[in-house]
């Protein structure tokens, strides 16, 4: 049964025989982001290799990394391990943790002047004695695959893009990839970072294909949560507390989308309490395997994006 008629039925209390039986086993469909992400990397893979024949150029992110964060580590590896299965030279660019922004500022000052750096990925956090804002306003916004410069988030809320951030981009795909209509649809997402919660909103509130949704952000100051949650076609945990969403935040058939990455003793989990929402929920993505390697694939797509920009 399509999730959303699943909804509607749980919704009007419709307990016919056939709900009835099935009532018992209901699970969400599990949105797979692992393997949309490798159709997309494969996609890309073929694009890069064309651009690279008809050009002679091969695409170039660096990624900065200051400091020895875990979890910083890992997306790093990643990123870097994606770069060399498309055949994109990944770099990394690792300083210590007593960085100073002056150190920073001139290294992301060399990358900008270099041509054979398309793309540049400042990985965060950085160091809180590091003022952040200085750093990424420094690269230059041609080579801003983050979509994290002032200048590329103003395109982006005028509705003009010149890069999607990689995470919001990889949810707008995958919505779209199981054909989940925006349109008119209530939105609610939890969280209002600069990375995903607010970029995500101003995407899915821009005219067109994809957007056209009603979308509420929430936050740590938000009242009743619960009720406006309960209220969501599509609900969005972006917030970075492990399992915080539970079943009876979420309206039965709603389409679930995880952004957590928590890292806790018990290993890695999600902003959302997995096994207890996907008997409520019509569609769910899972941790890890949803949203994450979507986000790795978002900015091989943007590193292309930003080399074929730099060609002259
Ligand atoms: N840290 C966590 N997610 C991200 C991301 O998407 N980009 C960067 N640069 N740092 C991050």
Same mark, same amino acid.
């Given at each position: 049964?399509?999730?959303?008629?699943?909804?509607?039925?749980? &919704?009007?209390?419709?307990?016919?025989?056939?709900?009835?039986?099935? +009532?018992?086993?209901?699970?969400?469909?599990?949105?797979?982001?692992?393997? !949309?992400a490798?159709?997309i990397?494969?996609?890309v #893979?073929?694009?890069?290799?064309?651009?690279?024949?008809?050009?002679?150029?091969?695409?170039?992110?660096?990624?900065?990394?200051?400091?020895?964060?875990?979890?910083?580590?890992?997306?790093?590896?990643?990123?870097?391990?994606? %770069?060399?299965?498309?055949?994109?030279?990944?770099?990394? $660019? &690792?300083?210590?943790?007593?960085?100073?922004?002056?150190?920073? !500022?001139?290294?992301?000052?060399?990358?900008?002047?270099?041509?054979?750096?398309?793309?540049?990925?400042?990985?965060?956090?950085? =160091?809180?004695?590091?003022?952040?804002?200085?750093?990424?306003?420094?690269?230059?916004?041609?080579?801003?695959v983050? %979509?994290?410069?002032?200048?590329?988030?103003?395109?982006?809320?005028?509705?003009?893009? &010149?890069f999607l951030p990689c995470t919001p981009h990889g949810i707008r795909r995958?919505?779209?990839?199981?054909?989940?209509?925006? +349109?008119?649809? &209530?939105?609610?997402?939890?969280?209002?970072?600069?990375?995903?919660?607010?970029?995500?909103?101003?995407?899915?509130?821009?005219?067109?294909?994809?957007?056209?949704?009603?979308?509420? @952000?929430?936050?740590?100051?938000?009242?009743?949560? $619960?009720?406006?949650?309960?209220?969501?076609?599509?609900?969005?945990?972006?917030?970075?507390?492990?399992?915080?969403?539970?079943?009876?935040? @979420?309206?039965?058939?709603?389409?679930?989308?995880?952004?957590?990455?928590?890292?806790?003793?018990?290993?890695? %989990?999600?902003?959302?309490?997995?096994? +207890?929402?996907?008997? @409520?929920?019509?569609?769910?993505?899972?941790?890890?395997?949803?949203?994450?390697?979507l986000t790795v694939a978002m900015l091989m797509v943007n590193t292309?994006? #930003? #080399?074929?920009?730099?060609? =002259?």
């Amino acid at each position: 049964m399509p999730a959303d008629t699943r909804g509607a039925s749980a &919704r009007m209390g419709c307990f016919n025989a056939f709900t009835a039986v099935e +009532a018992d086993h209901l699970s969400a469909t599990i949105l797979d982001g692992l393997a !949309l992400a490798r159709q997309i990397q494969s996609e890309v #893979a073929q694009d890069v290799a064309g651009f690279t024949q008809s050009t002679g150029v091969v695409p170039c992110l660096t990624a900065v990394l200051v400091g020895d964060d875990p979890g910083s580590e890992v997306y790093v590896r990643n990123k870097r391990e994606a %770069c060399r299965k498309l055949s994109i030279d990944g770099r990394v $660019e &690792r300083l210590p943790a007593t960085t100073s922004l002056d150190e920073l !500022l001139v290294l992301v000052e060399r990358l900008n002047a270099d041509p054979r750096v398309h793309g540049i990925l400042v990985q965060l956090p950085l =160091p809180p004695s590091v003022d952040a804002a200085r750093v990424l306003e420094a690269v230059n916004p041609a080579k801003d695959v983050d %979509c994290f410069h002032p200048e590329n988030v103003g395109r982006l809320v005028q509705g003009r893009p &010149r890069f999607l951030p990689c995470t919001p981009h990889g949810i707008r795909r995958l919505l779209a990839r199981h054909s989940i209509e925006t +349109a008119g649809r &209530r939105v609610v997402i939890l969280g209002r970072s600069d990375i995903v919660g607010k970029p995500l909103a101003n995407m899915l509130v821009a005219r067109g294909p994809g957007g056209d949704a009603t979308v509420t @952000v929430c936050h740590t100051r938000t009242r009743n949560v $619960e009720e406006i949650t309960r209220q969501a076609d599509i609900l969005v945990a972006a917030m970075g507390r492990p399992r915080l969403v539970t079943a009876a935040m @979420v309206k039965p058939g709603a389409v679930v989308i995880d952004v957590g990455m928590n890292r806790t003793e018990a290993g890695l %989990c999600g902003d959302v309490d997995f096994e +207890a929402v996907r008997d @409520v929920a019509g569609m769910i993505t899972p941790v890890p395997g949803g949203v994450g390697p979507l986000t790795v694939a978002m900015l091989m797509v943007n590193t292309l994006a #930003a #080399a074929r920009l730099q060609q =002259p």
